[in-house]
């Protein structure tokens, strides 16, 4: 089973500052990776598949990077909205997806 | 648009059986292969089962395997996940899950289950 360790477990960040959210694989994943949102009470939203790639309707202050092993999530300049959990998800080894086990980024 | 709507949840004792059902609209359904994914309270979310899109090929998560099965009925836009000898760790929020990840991701809103005698 490939492990997702997303780091760090928690980020306190004010809004209008940058957002370094990482995710590292147990092996390779080549480009396999995706990010979620997940506000309380709602299901996860898609905001980066294939490492890099912008889902639909996504702003351009998301960003995703890496391959390999070694992810980035950042957020260029945090709106208020954008204070949720977030998940990594490998479909490397599809079908058996494994998610990360979140970075919760709270208003500091 | 691309709409999933779990459904079948409820609270159930342990040992005692479900039947979740997935509606699909605004897309092929028999086009695409589907999952189910779960979420404990409080917690992150787990893989329990994947089903292709004509329903030959199946996989299950260990922690669901002999406990849980999927199907789906092409000609009624549907997906369903049959739970049995349900524990009490399976009580989560239960998602279908169209190309989690992908492309073309998208997930319904997820129906709880709840296990508790």
């Known amino acids: 089973e490939i492990v997702l360790t997303q780091s760090p477990a928690t980020l306190s960040l004010s809004p209008g500052e940058r957002a370094t959210l990482s995710c590292r694989a147990s092996q390779s994943v080549s480009s396999y990776l995706a990010w979620y949102q997940q506000k309380p009470g709602q299901a996860p939203r898609l905001l980066i598949y294939?490492?890099?790639n912008r889902a639909t309707g996504i702003p351009a202050r998301f960003s995703g990077s890496g391959s390999g092993t070694d992810f980035t999530l950042t957020i260029s300049s945090l709106e208020p909205e954008d204070f949720a959990v977030y998940y990594c998800q490998q479909r490397s080894n599809w079908p058996v997806y494994t998610f990360g086990q979140g970075t919760k980024l709270e208003i500091k | 648009q691309v709409q999933l709507v779990e459904s079948g949840g409820g609270l159930v004792k342990p040992g005692g059986s479900l039947r979740l059902s997935c509606a699909a609209s605004?897309?092929?359904?028999?086009?695409?292969?589907m999952s189910w994914i779960r979420q404990a309270p409080g917690k992150g979310l787990e893989w329990v089962s994947y089903?292709?899109?004509?329903?030959?090929?199946?996989y299950y998560a260990d922690s669901v395997k002999g406990r849980f099965t999927i199907s789906r009925d092409n000609a009624k836009n549907s997906l369903y996940l049959q739970m049995n000898s349900l524990r009490a760790e399976d009580t989560a929020v239960y998602y279908c899950a169209r190309d989690p990840g992908g492309l073309s991701s998208s997930w319904g809103q997820g129906t709880l289950v709840t296990v508790s005698s």
């Open positions: 294939d490492a890099s």
């Open positions: 605004g897309f092929t359904f028999s086009d695409y292969y």
């Open positions: 089903i292709s899109s004509s329903g030959s090929t199946i």
